[in-house]
């Protein structure tokens, strides 16, 4: 009889990639996935360990699985409750003691074992743990996607961290870099694509240190990655995150100019614009060298839109530090960004700083500094206006006889277009620039406008 699974992902979009890749590997155990938590035989947590908040999460929806759990339990029936993702990788020990409900904590890089795992859970009573880091990549073990992808895929090229930013915990959580062999990620985009996808997003935790092996017995960038996959038919879009700074290499933003279907919009974080913060983060770059990587790929490539990530009231922070980030932001006028509080992340060197900053202050700081990104963020969508952006129809809009897509830029577009098919690509005419999204119409009609 077919059995539920019901995911929960938190966090990243590699743990996006990651619960489609668990549905996978529980499928030929007959396994559906549902979205309904009441009544499945399995809930897996996928779980995000970037931030403290992030790391609790996980506590307070145990809190309340253990009731459904229990009632499952009441009716004769089982729920298999599985911890999955960085808090599972960090916390392992932790979640057993403290949830006895959870009958699997398994690491993120081990998933692909969960079908034994299940078993084993199933013949002791619960209580199973697997956060080891396996040699063999699990991407070998991992069956094809059987699910239908959305016009737009997750594609992980790449996985772990060896750059140990002081503050963050993806090192010890996801492990040293990994990068996958170019056949098997060109097989794997293939298959998205004939499963319907239009748009695919190659994702890594440093994804521009990517270093895969070739049939040719060459390494590969990922600029060639990229120029290469831009060959395959059925394909529109490219994109790729999350890069890191000092991996911006020629062939990156050779690609850059020359991949059509490279999309002009580079998520990039910088964390601070202080270069004496940016050295106790451990970053190994200084706010002038991000600004000429900025400006490289700026000349290589005009209209590049660029997004980032910040982090305000890192220990010892002072108020002409938080300004240097404020100057940054302002020099380089973010399409897009996000910025957080710091939060102090156990066995990161970080955490052993003294010099923290009072949350009155980080607050007021991220208030400042959310104000000046999110004008920024405004005049870039307002700036659209009058243009004809190319369009990835992904669904229908929020109200019938509306189209939703995407711009170049990730812009969210709503259009009044009620025959407009997902994965078409359809020439839009911005009217209307707002905080978080645009407006536009067709600017021709479907058929004439398509790509
Ligand atoms: N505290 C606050 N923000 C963090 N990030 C990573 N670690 C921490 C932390 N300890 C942010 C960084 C990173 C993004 C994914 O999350 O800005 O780029
Ligand atoms: Fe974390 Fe990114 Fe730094 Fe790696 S590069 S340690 S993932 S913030």
């Known amino acids: 009889m077919a059995k539920t699974v019901h995911i929960k992902t938190y966090g990243c ?36 360990h970037i931030r403290e908040k992030a790391g609790e999460k996980v506590f307070s929806d145990l809190g309340r699985l253990r009731p459904l759990k229990q009632a499952r339990e009441a009716a004769g029936a089982a729920m298999t409750i599985v911890v999955a993702g960085c808090t599972a990788q960090a916390e392992g020990e932790e979640l057993r003691r403290r949830a006895p409900i959870v009958d699997v904590v398994v690491g993120p890089l081990a998933y692909h074992r969960l079908p034994e795992l299940v078993a084993q859970a199933v013949r002791q009573g619960g209580g199973v743990l697997d956060t080891d880091m396996p040699a063999e990549p699990k ?20 996985e772990g961290c060896d750059k140990f930013c002081s503050f963050c915990v993806v090192p010890y959580t996801r492990g040293a870099e ?10 794997e985009a293939r298959h998205l694509l004939d499963l319907g996808a239009r748009e695919i997003v190659l994702l890594g935790q440093n994804v521009n240190a990517y270093r895969g092996a070739a049939t040719d017995g060459t390494s590969w960038s990922l600029g060639r990655l990229i120029e290469r996959l831009a060959e395959l038919p059925g394909l529109s879009r490219l994109r790729y995150t999350t890069s890191h700074p000092l991996d911006v290499d020629d062939a990156l933003v050779a690609a850059h100019r020359d991949v059509p279907a490279l999309m002009p919009f580079l998520h990039l974080p910088v964390q601070s614009g202080s270069d004496r913060i940016l050295a106790a983060m451990n970053r190994r770059h200084d706010a002038a060298t991000y600004l000429r990587v900025i400006e490289r790929l700026r000349k290589a490539q005009p209209a590049l839109a660029f997004s980032s990530d910040f982090i305000v009231g890192f220990p ?6 938080f300004q240097a980030t404020m100057a940054l932001v302002r020099e380089v006028g973010f399409a897009q ?15 052993n700083l003294d010099l ?19 004008q920024d963020q405004e005049a870039f969508n307002r700036a659209q206006v009058g243009r004809v952006l190319p369009v990835l129809i992904d669904g229908p809009g929020r109200h019938s006889g509306q189209v939703h897509g995407r711009s170049p830029y990730m812009q969210a577009v709503h259009a009044e277009a009620s025959t ?5 690509m359809v020439a839009m005419r911005i009217v209307e620039g707002r905080l978080n999204s645009l407006v536009g119409e067709p600017a021709a009609p479907p058929a004439a406008a398509a790509a």
């Open 316 to 321: 010892g922070e002072s108020e002409r530090d």
């Open 139 to 158: 991407f070998d073990a991992l069956p094809a996607q059987s699910a239908r992808p959305g016009v737009s895929a997750f594609l992980t090229v790449q």
């Open 356 to 374: 923290r900053i009072d949350d009155a202050t980080a607050t007021a700081r991220l208030h400042a500094l959310q104000a000046q990104l999110w």
């Open 178 to 187: 990994y990068s996958r062999p170019v056949a098997e990620i060109v097989d």
């Open 337 to 351: 960004a996000f910025s957080f509080k710091y939060s102090a992340r156990p066995g990161t060197p970080a955490a």
């Open 420 to 424: 407009v098919e997902p994965g078409t």
């Open 13 to 48: 979009q590699m743990n996006a990639y990651d619960s489609g890749r668990m549905a996978d590997v529980l499928a030929p155990l007959g396994y559906r996935t549902t979205e309904v938590v009441e009544g499945a035989d399995m809930v897996i947590l996928n779980t995000c």
